[in-house]
């Protein structure tokens, strides 16, 4: 492939996978605001004392207020104003083209999203890594999009670009083609493990009807698992009742300090879900202004199979690589869907049919036997683009990065302009097995590659 017919990809990352510093008022980093980088003895350091009065006590004894306020603290550095503004001063850590990126900056960009598959085919001068505050604003960020597309094209003389979003990504490429997709700058999107619908995850964080009772659950979902795991330790050994009251205020504190105020997380409230949610906690006067941007993606989300049909026929293509077969962790229990573990399968893919995870689909609900897993479990035919959607068996979220099968389509559709849908190479078929294995490696050489020197 000639140098002057590569086209440039740009990864949208997922929520935890760009650096936000927390600055002074002269600009110097204090810290790493996100993702979060704790301690666990320092942060549950402050509740020994609380939790011995609790235990002499046998009751809460001001031990849930405690929780409350550690995990308010720690999470302070990422929560936003009422308007949807941050509250501090942050700076979110930049990356140039990968070839230009330091060794250690390359190391964290192929932690985050591996790239060799990219890389290998195209070279480090042909990759990007799109940074960007994961509490901040979607459209915000679509802006810094439109911005590098355009200095890519002036640069390299191309006229379209890749875009390769990862989770959270996939709602900054909405708000991309709702701001500036009339440009057309964009050849082919390859979302992975999309929140294309958002996730009821989200909206449960919202809603408030999760099942608390493992207390853990709760900071796992912001935290790092072994401040989870001590917090376990703590909830064995609470008085009766209290284990309920700690998580039920840990879950406020969660809300109330790092999300209810982030454009980007009212993003990923899958559009369903968000007219009552929105009224709940977005209704006062000191909300309005937030209100009104987090307005303004919900409608682009209500209409994103129209949005993306404007895009197609302006030339881009859309592919979608998701998992499936996995419950909700249990503290989001009691909606049986099949998702990876943190978006749901309908969510990922636009509409994808399944059951319950683990179960096959009745006869009766499927549409095109053609397009239905050899599990049972999954009918594709009811996704927004059947012949360019891949499925992973039982495929952790988190854990698609270390799937060498999805990371070659990936690799392939973003690099191979005669690799078009599920049929362009039998190697790589529309469903899939979920691979974990920490070490990700080059993409395994496809059937049409086998035999070349």
């Known amino acids: 492939m000639s140098e002057n017919k590569i086209t440039p990809v740009i990864i949208l990352p997922g929520i935890g996978q760009s650096r936000v510093v927390l600055t002074d008022e002269n600009g110097a980093p204090?810290?790493?605001a996100w993702p979060l980088d704790l301690d666990a003895d320092a942060l549950l350091g402050p509740l020994k004392g609380p939790a011995m009065k609790m235990m002499m006590f046998r009751r809460d004894a001001g031990f849930s207020d405690k929780v409350a306020?550690?995990?308010?603290?720690?999470?302070?550095?990422?929560?936003?104003?009422?308007?949807?503004?941050?509250?501090n001063r942050l700076t979110t850590v930049r990356y140039p083209v990968l070839s230009?990126?330091?060794?250690?900056?390359?190391?964290?960009?192929?932690?985050?999203?591996?790239?060799?598959?990219?890389?290998?085919?195209?070279?480090?001068?042909?990759?990007?890594?799109?940074?960007?505050?994961?509490?901040?604003?979607?459209?915000?960020?679509?802006?810094?999009l439109d911005a590098l597309?355009?200095?890519?094209?002036?640069?390299?003389?191309?006229?379209?670009?890749?875009?390769?979003?990862?989770?959270?990504?996939?709602?900054?490429?909405?708000?991309?083609f709702d701001a500036y997709g009339a440009k057309g700058d964009v050849d082919r999107a390859m979302y992975m493990v999309p929140a294309l619908g958002g996730s009821k995850v989200v909206a449960d964080l919202f809603k408030e009807d999760l099942e608390v009772t493992e207390l853990g659950d709760i900071l796992e979902i912001f935290m790092d698992a072994k401040a989870g795991e001590a917090l376990r330790g703590f909830a064995k050994i609470m008085p009766a009742g209290v284990a309920e009251a700690v998580a039920h205020k840990a879950l406020a504190a969660v809300r109330d300090t790092a999300i209810r105020f982030s454009p980007m997380v009212w993003s990923v409230v899958p559009p369903e879900c968000y007219p009552a949610l929105a009224d709940r906690w977005?209704?006062?006067?000191?909300?309005?202004?937030?209100?009104?941007?987090?307005?303004?993606?919900?409608?682009?989300?209500?209409?994103?199979?129209?949005?993306?049909?404007?895009?197609?026929?302006?030339?881009?293509?859309?592919y979608i690589c998701a998992g499936y077969g996995l419950p909700f962790?249990?503290?989001?229990?009691?909606?049986?869907?099949s998702t990876d573990g943190i978006i749901n399968l309908s969510c990922a893919t636009l509409g994808a049919?399944?059951?319950?995870?683990?179960?096959?689909?009745?006869?009766?609900?499927?549409?095109?036997?053609?397009?239905?897993?050899?599990?049972?479990?999954?009918?594709?035919?009811?996704?927004?683009?059947?012949?360019?959607?891949w499925f992973f068996?039982?495929?952790?979220?988190?854990?698609?990065?270390?799937?060498?099968?999805?990371?070659?389509?990936?690799?392939?559709?973003?690099?191979?302009?005669?690799?078009?849908?599920?049929?362009?190479?039998?190697?790589?078929?529309?469903?899939?097995?979920?691979?974990?294995?920490?070490?990700?490696?080059?993409?395994?050489?496809?059937?049409?590659?086998?035999?070349?020197?």
């Open 282 to 318: 977005l209704s006062g006067e000191e909300t309005a202004v937030l209100r009104k941007k987090t307005d303004r993606f919900y409608a682009a989300q209500s209409r994103l199979r129209e949005l993306l049909d404007e895009q197609r026929t302006r030339g881009t293509s859309f």
């Open 149 to 176: 597309i355009g200095k890519i094209k002036a640069e390299r003389g191309c006229e379209k670009v890749h875009l390769l979003p990862v989770s959270m990504g996939a709602a900054v490429a909405t708000a991309y």
């Open 100 to 144: 230009e990126c330091s060794e250690d900056n390359k190391r964290y960009i192929n932690r985050m999203v591996p790239t060799v598959g990219l890389t290998d085919r195209i070279g480090e001068e042909n990759v990007w890594f799109l940074a960007y505050n994961s509490f901040g604003d979607p459209y915000e960020t679509a802006e810094e």
């Open 393 to 453: 068996a039982k495929q952790q979220h988190d854990a698609i990065a270390y799937n060498d099968t999805a990371l070659c389509v990936a690799a392939r559709v973003l690099c191979d302009p005669d690799f078009r849908d599920i049929h362009s190479d039998p190697a790589l078929p529309q469903f899939g097995k979920a691979q974990d294995n920490r070490k990700p490696a080059a993409p395994p050489q496809s059937a049409a590659e086998e035999g070349r020197d």
């Open 329 to 337: 962790p249990p503290v989001f229990g009691g909606d049986a869907c």
């Open 69 to 87: 306020e550690v995990i308010r603290t720690a999470l302070d550095p990422i929560s936003a104003k009422p308007d949807g503004t941050m509250k």
């Open 353 to 389: 049919k399944s059951a319950a995870a683990g179960q096959p689909l009745p006869e009766t609900e499927i549409g095109d036997p053609a397009y239905v897993s050899p599990d049972g479990e999954v009918d594709a035919s009811f996704c927004y683009t059947p012949e360019t959607t």
């Open 30 to 32: 204090v810290k790493t």
